[in-house]
């Protein structure tokens, strides 16, 4: 029982990680992607900040907006790659993008878009402590599963 219970631990403290890892990776890879779209001009169609905070940390700005590209009309609500902002960074955003304003829209022409090309600090960061968690979990268990088979050698050894 007793390795059943360090068994999951160790999987969802390995899940977790590569979870996020993958998350940061899409967000970077999408970001640079973004940076040779097209653009396009558009309209701010909707501007709200929602509070999904625990302790008021995590702020999301939700803007909607309408652009013509590829002879069609496309609705978006995807600022930029990278996701999370901080109470600053949100209300930056909102005064930004505020109903009604034109704005560049950075697209591909298949419908996904982005008013803030590029990837910010936060994507790689995340990437990076993310990866540390990853590498730092295998190398606990790589010394403990050492440290095990060594006091299990010594135990032969003295038998």
């Known amino acids: 029982m007793g390795v059943a219970i360090v068994l999951v631990i160790w999987l969802f403290a390995l899940a977790v990680p590569a979870w996020k890892i993958a998350e940061c990776a899409g967000e970077i890879a999408q970001g640079r992607a973004s940076l040779g779209w097209q653009t ?4 701010i169609t909707y501007a709200q900040l929602r509070d999904r905070s625990v302790k008021g940390r995590t702020y999301v700005p ?44 950075y697209h591909d022409g298949q419908g996904q878009s982005v008013l803030i090309p590029g990837v910010r600090a936060n994507s790689w ?35």
Do not use: C, D
């Open 125 to 159: 960061f995340g990437l990076g402590l993310w990866l540390l968690w990853f590498w730092g979990v295998l190398a606990v268990t790589w010394y403990e599963l050492a440290r095990h088979r060594e006091k299990r050698r010594r135990q032969r050894a003295s038998a």
């Open 62 to 105: 939700v803007i909607g907006y309408r652009y013509r590209a590829s002879g069609r009309t496309w609705t978006s609500y995807r600022i930029e790659a990278t996701s999370g902002y901080n109470a600053v960074q949100a209300r930056k955003i909102m005064e930004r993008f505020p109903p009604g304003a034109r704005v560049t829209v």
């Open 40 to 43: 396009a001009p558009g309209r």
